[in-house]
């Protein structure tokens, strides 16, 4: 899937904006691939794949389009 890196913290967690979804998507650093957290800005294009996480879905395998 596509997005846009819409929010990063200081956490090392953001969420990504999906076109079409009014829902944002969660993901954590941990689940970046390619790219470190420190590398990642708002507004960046992004792929991922969705899984079920603890608090709903969220975004895996975050890298980079």
Do not use: C, W, Y
Not at 13 to 32: P, Q, T
Not at 34 to 46: A, K, M, S, W, Y
Request: charged share 25%.
């Amino acid at each position: 899937m596509n997005g846009t890196i819409k929010t990063l913290t200081d956490k090392g967690f953001g969420f990504i904006s999906r076109e079409g979804e009014s829902k944002d998507l969660f993901f954590h650093a941990n689940e970046l691939s390619g790219v470190t957290f420190t590398e990642l800005q708002v507004g960046d294009n992004v792929t991922f794949e969705i899984t079920e996480g603890p608090k709903g879905p969220a975004a895996t395998n975050v890298a980079r389009a």
